[in-house]
């Protein structure tokens, strides 16, 4: 059993920077390798970024050199620092593995980048 629980989500502008956090209530976070998801209005969700147990890092060509996803085994966190947003960014975001393998979501978080 897993509980996922994102914040940090907001109303922006562009150019803005945000800075998502994702507190999973797990055992063995560690050995994960962890991702960070979205889902715009009328689309399906998609894979943003990855994080491995080592710490290796992939993302979707329209979020790289923007985003930055890291994580703290300590405190089984995962962030997303998200840079220079864009309306295109608009969605709602949540973390769970990069395969998306619990079945469990949280409820997301919000990120709106509007002029």
Known sequence: QV????????LMQPGEALRLFCLAHIDNFSI????????????QRELVASITSGGATNYIDSVKGRFTISRDNAKNTVYLQMNSLKPEDTAVYYCNTFDSAFASWGQGTQVTVSV
Do not use: C, I, L, M
């Open 3 to 10: 509980q996922f629980v994102e914040s940090g989500g907001g």
């Open 32 to 43: 994960y390798t962890w991702g960070w998801h979205r889902q715009a209005p009328g689309k």
